[in-house]
């Protein structure tokens, strides 16, 4: 199964963390903001003045320095980030803002000041719940992120300033929302590993610039022929996932990946933040709302219905559960909703690295899976 008709920026874009677009924000004047986590509201960090980038670390020719200080059996995302960024890889990066939301991302963040300290650093703690506390707990924590933001960068981070910012992000969230809404067609007209394409590029480039291209797709996909030789509609569902050849191995043998459920990922990723009110508090409601990170120790049932919710409005024949090696979170997550799901649902549970490896494996794991559908 072979998508066609994608354009050649998308692809360029995610080849590189300073591709052609950020660069281009680079001489416009632009600082750019790394950041690593989707509790890291995008409208705070793209006020006036400031260009976010969802740092990626594409194909990592192995982790020996990072290994001495983080562990060679720690997250290998976080790994991959240090040694790209103790290689100079993300010298472009003027503020590094990262979350507390596992050990090894505060193992991450501890190393890069020390190592390699960024002109800006900043940690948000974020909390292990989603109640009212939780949410007062936040608005705290993105406020103090916006105060520093302000200080060191000279940018309005205002009421006024987000609530344009929101206007901007929603606005780009409805462009890719039309691309997804094809996927819900019973021959959708692009595959799940296009889609995921074009939403990491989205995370690594100007908003701006992706305006043009993205409403130019979404018209030409809607008259395009769909997708063939479907033998069975995916959801996958998951740890932090950046790397869409994976999708693109479970659609090579007949699977077709409809909608997706994990970091980087478009559900819940395309909900648009409320506005009107206490931008910041709209923020942080709309974080702790959508993400439903494993982080959140009281909310599996939640997570549970929603995968469920998205299975039966996608028609997803069965669940691809994965999660990278080492990820705390959703080791412990995966072994739990594999138990839950699988009294609803088929489910192939898959161990990853974060780099794309082990393709005739995870090949011969879909295969058979497929098979187990009866497809």
């Known amino acids: 199964?072979?998508?066609?008709?994608?354009?050649?920026?998308?692809?360029?874009?995610?080849?590189?963390?300073?591709?052609?677009?950020?660069?281009?924000?680079?001489?416009?004047?632009?600082?750019?903001?790394?950041?690593?986590?989707?509790?890291?509201?995008?409208?705070?960090?793209?006020?006036?003045?400031?260009?976010?980038?969802?740092?990626?670390?594409?194909?990592?020719?192995?982790?020996?320095?990072?290994?001495?200080?983080?562990?060679?059996?720690?997250?290998?995302?976080?790994?991959?980030?240090?040694?790209?960024?103790?290689?100079?890889?993300?010298?472009?990066?003027?503020?590094?803002?990262?979350?507390?939301?596992c050990d090894h991302t505060r193992r991450l963040y501890d190393n890069l000041v020390y190592l390699s300290p960024p002109p800006f650093a900043h940690i948000l703690d974020v909390p292990h719940k989603t109640g009212a506390p939780a949410l007062d707990w936040l608005t705290e924590e993105l406020d103090r992120l916006a105060r520093s933001l302000a200080d060191h960068f000279g940018v309005d981070t205002g009421p006024d300033a987000l609530a344009e910012a929101i206007a901007r992000h929603n606005a780009h969230l409805a462009r890719v929302g039309a691309l997804a809404a094809l996927r819900r067609r019973d021959l959708p007209p692009l595959t799940g590993a296009a889609f995921h394409q074009v939403l990491v590029a989205c995370g690594m480039a100007p908003k701006d610039a992706l305006a043009g291209p993205l409403q130019d797709l979404a018209r030409a996909l809607d008259r395009s022929e769909p997708v063939r030789s479907v033998r069975a509609r995916l959801l996958v569902v998951g740890s932090l996932l950046d790397e869409p050849a994976y999708l693109r191995v479970l659609e090579d043998v007949g699977g077709l990946v409809v909608a997706d459920r994990f970091c980087v990922g478009s559900l819940p990723g395309l909900e648009p933040i409320p506005t009107g009110g206490d931008p910041l508090r709209a923020l942080a409601e709309h974080s702790l709302r959508q993400t439903r990170c494993p982080r959140m120790m009281e909310d599996f049932d939640l997570r549970l219905a929603d995968i469920l919710a998205a299975a039966r409005t996608y028609r997803a024949d069965g669940v691809v559960l994965q999660a990278m090696k080492f990820c705390d979170l959703w080791g412990v997550e995966s072994m739990a909703l594999t138990d839950a799901l699988r009294g609803t649902l088929p489910v192939l549970r898959v161990e990853r690295e974060y780099g794309f490896g082990a393709e005739g494996q995870l090949r011969t794991r879909a295969q058979a899976f497929l098979e187990s559908l009866g497809r």
Not at 46 to 59: I, K, N
């Open 1 to 101: 199964m072979k998508q066609t008709g994608l354009p050649d920026v998308f692809g360029e874009i995610i080849a590189d963390p300073c591709n052609a677009l950020v660069e281009r924000a680079l001489d416009d004047g632009r600082k750019v903001i790394g950041y690593t986590c989707s509790y890291v509201p995008e409208p705070l960090v793209s006020v006036e003045g400031l260009q976010p980038v969802r740092l990626r670390a594409p194909d990592p020719c192995g982790t020996p320095l990072a290994d001495t200080y983080l562990s060679s059996v720690g997250c290998p995302y976080c790994r991959s980030l240090l040694e790209n960024a103790l290689d100079g890889r993300y010298d472009f990066v003027e503020g590094w803002v990262l979350t507390a939301s």
